[in-house]
C-alpha cells in the first residue's frame, strides 16, 4: 500500500508537526509540450485539503502562467526539475515517463520508492516502460485509465483533452483549406458553405462537428456506434447512416471497438461517395490501446477534390487515412493530409487550465487529511493505479501486456 514517503525524514518526536504531503509540478520535457499539469487557480483547493504545492521555476511560462502568479495562489518555487523530484511526494505531469518517449526517460533516476506519480503514462504502449516505472518503486496512476462514469466525469483528463483536440483539428483544416468555411453573400455573387465529414463521433469527433458549424460550415458525421446518431443530430449535424451493422459496437466503457476486416473493408466501400463529395474530412476513430483503423484508402484520398483537407487525429496510432505520416504533413494530387500530433498542447493555456481541474478534482478526491487514502474497493482509484509496490496492478494492463495475473492480496 501507498506509504508517505517523507515519513523517514521526519526529525524524531516531531510526528505531531510534520510537514504537509507535498504535491510537485515539473516542467514538462516533452520536445514542444507547453502545458502544465497545475494552473495557479487550483492552488487553493489543494491547500484547502491539506497538501503543500511546489512547482519548477518557469514550468508554466509557455502556457501563459508566470511563477508570480503560483506564489500569488500559495505554491512554492523551486529552481530545476531535481529539486521537485527530490522533495514531492506527489509528482503530478502531463506527459509522464510511457507517454513521453523522447525524453522522458531521464526522468526515471529520479523516481523514488513510495513516491506517488499521476499523469498520461501511456500504459497500453511498452510493457518494458510500465515495467521499468514499476521497478522504481513509485505509485503511478494514468489518467488515460480514468472510468468513463458519471462520478468520474470530473476528472476524464483524456476527454478534456480530446475537446481540444476536436475544435483545433477544425481551425487546422480551414488554414489549409484554399476555401471558406461559411456561406457568404458577397459583391460577387453567394459562396458556398464547406462541407465537413467527421469521422469517429466520440468526444474529439463532437467538438469537431461543433466548431464547423460554429464557423459555418455544413456538418456531416459518421461512427458505427448506433448511440453516436442523436449526439450527432443534437449539434446540428447530419448523421451519416450506412446499411452495415457492426457487432458489439462499443465496450463497458463506451469506446468504439476492433471489427474484422470484412467489416472495415464494406465500411470503406460505403463512404468512398462521402469522402469524396466533401471538403474536409476529419478522422477520429481510435480504439485504445490498438492500431487505428484505416478508414481512408490511398484510392479514396485520389478521388477527393484538389484542395480538399484530411485531418486525421488517429495519425499516432497508425492513422484512419492510408497515406498519414505522423507529423506530417502530406500532399497527394491536390489534397492535404494532416498527420498533427499533440494538439492539446498547442492550445496550452486551456488546455492546462482544464487539465489542472481534471487532476485537482482526483487529488482532492483521494486525500483526506492531507494524505492520500487509497482504497482499492474504490473503482476511480483501482482503475487508475498501475504501478505499487513494485508491480504492475491494473489487471486491464497486466492483460494487454501479457503479464501473468497477480495472485490475490492474502494468498
Do not use: W
Not at 47 to 55: D, F, N
Not at 174 to 182: D, G, L, Q, T
Not at 225 to 236: D, F, H, M, N
Not at 356 to 383: C, F, S, V
Amino acid at each position: 500500500m501507498f506509504q508517505q514517503c517523507r515519513a523517514a525524514r521526519v526529525p524524531r518526536g516531531a510526528e505531531r508537526t510534520r510537514a504537509k504531503v507535498i504535491v510537485g509540478v515539473p516542467k514538462e520535457s516533452y520536445p514542444g509540450e507547453r502545458r502544465v499539469a497545475l494552473v495557479p487557480v487550483v492552488i487553493p483547493n489543494l491547500t484547502k485539503a491539506g497538501l503543500e504545492v511546489i512547482v519548477e521555476s518557469g514550468a508554466g511560462a509557455q502556457a501563459g502562467y508566470p511563477d508570480a502568479a503560483y506564489v500569488e495562489k500559495g505554491a512554492k518555487i523551486v529552481p530545476d526539475r531535481a529539486a521537485v523530484f527530490g522533495t514531492a511526494d506527489i509528482i503530478l505531469q502531463v506527459l509522464c515517463y510511457g507517454s513521453n518517449d523522447v525524453t522522458g526517460k531521464a526522468d526515471l533516476p529520479l523516481y523514488r520508492k513510495g513516491q506517488a506519480l499521476i499523469g498520461f503514462l501511456r500504459p497500453f504502449g511498452s510493457a518494458e516502460i510500465v515495467q521499468q516505472i514499476a521497478q522504481s518503486g513509485v505509485t503511478a496512476f494514468s489518467v488515460e485509465l480514468m472510468p468513463r462514469t458519471t462520478r468520474a466525469q470530473s476528472m476524464d483528463a483524456l476527454s478534456s483533452m480530446a475537446t481540444i483536440c476536436g475544435y483545433k483539428a477544425v481551425l487546422l483544416a480551414a488554414e489549409h483549406s484554399p476555401r471558406v468555411f461559411p456561406m457568404m453573400t458577397t459583391a460577387a455573387g453567394t459562396i458556398t458553405p464547406a462541407r465537413v465529414f467527421v469521422i469517429g463521433a466520440g468526444v474529439a469527433g463532437l467538438q469537431a462537428i461543433s466548431t464547423a458549424r460554429r464557423l459555418g460550415a455544413v456538418a456531416s458525421a459518421y461512427d458505427m456506434r448506433p448511440a453516436a446518431k442523436e449526439q450527432v443530430q443534437s449539434l446540428g449535424g447530419r448523421f451519416v447512416e450506412l446499411p452495415l451493422e457492426a457487432q458489439n459496437a462499443q465496450d463497458a466503457r463506451g469506446y468504439g471497438t476492433v471489427q474484422d476486416e470484412n467489416f472495415y473493408a464494406r465500411q470503406r466501400e460505403l463512404l468512398t461517395k462521402v469522402v469524396a463529395e466533401s471538403d474536409v474530412v476529419i478522422t477520429a476513430a481510435v480504439i485504445p490501446g490498438k492500431k487505428s483503423p484505416v478508414l481512408i484508402t490511398a484510392d479514396m484520398v485520389k478521388g477527393m477534390a484538389p484542395g480538399s483537407v484530411i485531418v486525421d487525429l488517429a495519425s499516432e496510432r497508425g492513422g484512419n487515412c492510408e497515406l498519414t505520416r505522423m507529423g506530417e504533413i502530406v500532399h497527394v494530387q491536390g489534397v492535404t493530409i494532416l498527420g498533427s500530433i499533440n494538439l492539446a498542447g498547442s492550445v496550452p493555456y486551456h488546455a492546462s487550465q482544464m487539465y489542472a481541474r481534471n487532476l485537482m478534482t482526483y487529488l482532492t478526491y483521494m486525500t483526506k487529511e492531507g494524505k492520500l487514502q487509497l482504497n482499492m474497493q474504490d473503482e476511480i482509484i483501482r482503475e487508475t493505479m498501475v504501478t505499487n509496490g513494485g508491480e504492475v496492478v491494473n489487471a486491464r494492463v497486466r492483460e494487454f501486456l501479457k503479464l501473468p495475473a497477480l495472485a490475490p492480496a492474502g494468498s
